[in-house]
């Protein structure tokens, strides 16, 4: 049973202001104008003109009410937006958002991210760069309430099925103000709780001041792939770009090692999992059956092989090849050639490149086997009826 349904309103890292990014996102068991969720804003309004002009059916439009097919504008849809959850204030991240404040109508709509995110969309909504439409308080009925996450291990419920936890990723080094931070979300449907990850613009903690990353990676290991099998995370620039001009982004080399991490992650927790059901056993056998399996579960380095087997990986934020150095959109290059590293690597994770207009949804994976040593190892990870390895 799929927990989310999500859109890719905008998918790209600029400069092409009709796609930047946007995901809208909603529960699988309520309909679109039930309340839609936006993970960033940098599109809005034209993006959903040029997507229905093209799939007309993409958010469920054409209703049928005896003979008479209703469909609803582009506008209308955007109003069903209730709430804005924002990884970082960069303007391809915020645009859409900002442009259409004024006019959306309805009640006001909540601005959900960091504390420090939030200050710096006030900042827009000044009255110098923009009218304030802005507010800390919806007591001043303005269009948009901000409303800061905790900077914890918890979640917080933004609607009655959906919770998310926050933390932060570094984005690079501003000269004068030290590491700029965005966040990494986790989504999480509460009536099943599978949840998916979401990144705002990331560095490579390998050549960051400050290294955030395999924190999130380290709370997402204990949920693969049976909690969380779907990861959106950036990938801006194809191979070859040098370090000092990544600007806070990553490239496929640099993904490839992040994803290694994680797959270090998961293959840790899962060993971990295994020693502590071997203690659990331990009661029950005899003395040589337990040094036997003492011995097979923890020695040697856990094995990489099919760690990530069931996530899929979206790759998100390609920045647009304006040089024309590729033949192939630009998306599928880098999705590619972020695929064969991995697959060097033995990850066994598919990637995906997003495309603008895509519809994905997010399902449940049966726990698959993994290698630990020279054998083949189950574990339930999770909840499941099965009880044993």
């Known amino acids: 049973m799929p927990a989310f349904n999500i859109i890719a309103l905008g998918c790209g890292g600029g400069p092409d202001e009709h796609n ?40 469920d439009m054409k209703q049928i009410t005896g003979s008479v097919h209703v469909s609803h504008s582009a506008s209308e849809v955007y109003s069903w937006i209730r709430n804005f959850i924002i990884t970082h204030a960069h303007l391809d991240h915020v645009n859409g958002m900002v442009l259409s404040a004024g006019s959306m109508g309805g009640p006001s709509r909540s601005v959900i991210g960091a504390h420090r995110c939030l200050q710096d969309i006030e900042s827009i909504f ?42 932060p990723i570094s984005h690079g080094q501003h ?5 700029y931070w965005s966040s990494a979300f986790f989504i999480r449907h509460d009536p ?15 050549i960051a001041a400050e290294p955030r990353n ?5 709370s997402a290991a204990e949920k693969i792939p049976e909690q969380l099998n779907t990861i959106f995370i950036e990938c801006s620039w194809p191979s070859g770009r040098a370090d000092d001009r990544l600007y806070g982004h990553l490239s ?36 040589r059956a337990r040094k036997r399996q003492r011995k097979r579960l923890v020695s040697g380095p856990p094995s990489l092989h099919g760690a990530l087997n069931g996530v899929r990986v979206y790759v998100t934020h390609c920045k647009e090849d304006n040089q024309g150095d590729h033949q192939q959109p630009i998306h599928k290059v880098i999705a590619d050639q972020v695929q064969r590293l991995v697959d ?9 490149a997003v495309e603008q207009g895509m519809h994905i949804l997010t399902v449940a994976i049966l726990p698959l086997p993994f290698t630990q040593g020279a054998r083949d190892v189950y574990i339930i990870i999770g909840r499941s009826d099965r009880t044993g390895i």
């Open 20 to 59: 930047l990014s946007c995901y809208l996102f909603k529960p699988h068991e309520q309909s679109w104008d039930d309340g839609i969720f936006a993970l960033d804003a940098g599109s809005s309004i034209g993006a959903l003109n040029k997507l229905l002009a093209e799939q007309p059916e993409l958010f």
């Open 126 to 167: 000044s009255g110098r760069i923009w009218p304030k439409l802005a507010s800390w308080s919806e007591a001043d009925s303005l269009p948009l309430t901000l409303t800061p996450l905790p900077d914890n291990d918890q979640y917080t419920s933004i609607a009655s099925s959906v919770s998310i936890r926050m933390m």
């Open 175 to 179: 000269e004068g103000l030290g590491t």
């Open 192 to 206: 099943s709780a599978r949840e998916f990850l979401f990144f705002g613009d990331v560095e490579p903690d390998s």
């Open 214 to 218: 395999r924190n999130v990676w380290r």
């Open 252 to 287: 496929p080399e640099h993904l490839c090692a992040e994803l290694t991490v994680l797959a270090c992650e998961v293959s840790g927790y899962r060993k971990r999992a295994l020693v502590s059901l071997e203690h659990d056993y331990e009661r029950e056998e005899s003395h």
């Open 344 to 352: 060097a690597q033995q990850l066994d994770v598919e990637i995906i």
